[in-house]
């Protein structure tokens, strides 16, 4: 079956970097948009950032835009996030999803999910 891992998460402080990995199995990665989302407590699910098939057109929430960079291997099945400049209301769990289509804000066109990973910003 179908199984999105994401790790690299953790407790960081503010201006601080991360990186999240996302590996994908069950599926023909190439295949498919990943997008990352994140949901803080006792919020509802954003839209991160996401990447096409082949890496070429990659879209991202306004408030991420030029401190996140979201890229992938085909050849590993891995789509990565990276975070920079880290601020606290960068807390949430992160989660990649996996899309047939390119409607990359969408979170209902994405069929796969992962587990979520916990990051965490301290002042």
């Known amino acids: 079956q179908v199984q999105l891992v994401e790790s690299g998460g953790g407790l960081v402080q503010a201006g601080g970097s991360l990186r999240l990995s996302c590996v994908a199995s069950?599926?023909?990665?190439?295949?498919?948009?990943m997008g990352w989302f994140r949901q803080a407590p006792g919020k509802e699910r954003l839209f991160v950032a996401a990447?096409?098939?082949?890496?070429?057109?990659?879209d991202y929430a306004d408030d991420v835009k030029g401190r996140f960079t979201i890229s992938r291997d085909n050849a590993k099945n891995t789509v990565y996030l990276q975070m920079n400049s880290l601020k606290p209301e960068d807390t949430a769990v992160y989660y990649c999803?996996?899309?047939?289509?390119?409607?990359?804000?969408?979170?209902?066109?994405?069929?796969?999910w992962g587990q979520g990973t916990q990051v965490t910003v301290s002042s």
């Open positions: 990447i096409n098939w082949s890496g070429s057109n990659t």
């Open positions: 999803a996996a899309s047939s289509v390119w409607v990359p804000r969408r979170p209902t066109y994405y069929g796969y």
């Open positions: 069950g599926l023909t990665f190439s295949r498919y948009v």
